[in-house]
T-cell receptor
Framework: DAGVTQSPTHLIKTRGQQVTLRCSPK?????VSWYQQALGQGPQFIFQ???????QRGNFPDRFSGHQFPNYSSELNVNALLLGDSALYLC???????????FGPGTRLTVL | DQQVKQNSPSLSVQEGRISILNCDYT??????FLWYKKYPAEGPTFLIS?????DKNEDGRFTVFLNKSAKHLSLHIVPSQPGDSAVYFC?????????????FGKGTLLTVNP
């Protein structure tokens, strides 16, 4: 039973570039949430996708956008990267967005 | 405005002893609480949860206690093992309405010494 998978593992970009991160949910799950974890902080909610639509959004600018595909996998896109976007990006899956969320290993993004 | 607070950045205990990790919250709408463990270079792993209708939940060596009047919860690990050394995150959730996000504390680094 595959858990949550994310790609790539690490990524280095420069300011102003765009990045796309990918996530496949745990088998049987239909909801994907994205979190940003800065150094020394807890994960911060970016948004959640359910039935291919953004269902809830945290306090992040429009530079952060996402997509969910019919197979429930998801992408996180960040445009016009800033140095402050450097963080660990975590994807979590759940069933209908309820209860426990299961996390992937994350993508470490470094913006130079 | 930090709605979930873990005021101890780190905790060190001896193997075999009890580890107690604490968490406070300010949002009275939170009614479901979770603890996650995180090793370096891995994502958070779900440990145990508790609903606000209960004051205790136990799973093997892990017990979570909830004090709703004090808006406080704690995770007890007995006995502590070196493999428990990790960062522990407390998270809270409002299961009513259309809110689906987890709100996390900053975490507590637990070190269990052999």
């Amino acid at each position: 039973d595959a858990g949550v998978t994310q790609s790539p593992t690490h990524l280095i970009k420069t300011r102003g570039q765009q990045v796309t991160l990918r996530c496949s949910p745990k088998s049987g799950h239909d909801t994907v949430s994205w979190y940003q974890q800065a150094l020394g902080q807890g994960p911060q909610f970016i948004f959640q996708y359910y039935e291919e639509e953004e269902r809830q959004r945290g306090n992040f600018p429009d530079r952060f956008s996402g997509h969910q595909f019919p197979n429930y996998s998801s992408e996180l896109n960040v445009n016009a990267l800033l140095l402050g976007d450097s963080a660990l990006y975590l994807c979590a899956s759940s069933l209908r967005g309820m209860g426990e969320q299961f996390f992937g290993p994350g993508t470490r993004l470094t913006v130079l | 405005d930090q709605q979930v607070k873990q005021n101890s950045p780190s905790l060190s205990v001896q193997e075999g002893r009890i580890s107690i990790l604490n968490c406070d919250y300010t949002n009275s709408m939170f009614d479901y609480f979770l603890w996650y463990k995180k090793y370096p270079a891995e994502g958070p792993t779900f440990l145990i949860s508790i609903s606000s209708i209960k004051d205790k939940n136990e799973d093997g060596r892990f017990t979570v206690f909830l004090n709703k009047s004090a808006k406080h919860l704690s995770l007890h690990i007995v006995p502590s093992q070196p493999g428990d050394s990790a960062v522990y995150f407390c998270a809270a959730y409002d299961s009513g309405g259309s809110n689906y996000k987890l709100t996390f504390g900053k975490g507590t680094l637990l070190t269990v010494n052999p």
